[in-house]
């Protein structure tokens, strides 16, 4: 059977899958577990995939910008890079005029690899909202062990299951 699904809906529930890979079920939602992941697997490569050659665009530029911050951001007296309050950004007070030159150059250097990386990240954004058929095999509700899982999983496999909406609401509220 196939389900339209967008790809990001499609990377949840591969990965809320596969994080349950290790838990035992019992041998109906297992096989409804590992017969899904298997159909999923396709357009997983297909993201992967792109999202490579995104993060390949930019590799000699991030080599630099590396290499830039180690040289110009702020360090404590052990050497290490003094980082924001965000914990992901080093703080540059002392060469903060030094660093802004250097990276407005390396900025330069890279346009045309920056240009690419924009058109690359734009098409990987709208890949993840694009609706796709997506083979799946579906699952009765009630052959779900909700025990195990919270709110939101149950919400990406939502589209797994086979009764409607109003189906749903029946067995729910009686």
């Known amino acids: 059977m196939t389900e339209k699904m967008t790809r990001n809906q499609i990377v949840n529930l591969y990965k809320m899958l596969n994080e349950r890979a290790e ?5 109906k939602f297992s096989f409804f577990v590992l017969r899904n992941v298997k159909f999923l697997e396709a357009e997983i490569a297909v993201i992967d995939e792109t999202n490579t050659s995104l993060q390949s665009v930019l590799t000699g530029y991030e080599t630099e910008r590396s ?7 702020d360090k404590d007296e ?3 890079l003094i ?9 540059i007070i002392e060469n903060k005029t ?12 890279f346009e045309k690899e920056i240009s690419e990386y924009k058109v690359l990240s734009n098409q990987l954004n709208e890949l993840f909202t694009e ?17 195990e899982f919270t709110i939101a999983e149950l919400n990406n496999l939502n589209p797994l299951i086979k009764e409607s909406q109003e189906e749903l609401d029946e067995l729910i509220m009686g």
């Open 23 to 27: 838990t035992k079920f019992n041998p």
């Open 67 to 73: 290499s830039i911050l180690d040289q110009l951001a």
């Open 78 to 80: 052990d050497g290490n």
């Open 83 to 91: 980082l924001l309050a965000d914990g992901q950004r080093a703080q």
């Open 98 to 109: 030094e660093f802004a030159d250097a990276m407005e150059k390396l900025t330069d250097k």
């Open 131 to 147: 609706e796709v058929e997506q083979q799946v095999l579906k699952i009765s509700y009630l052959d779900i062990p909700s025990e």
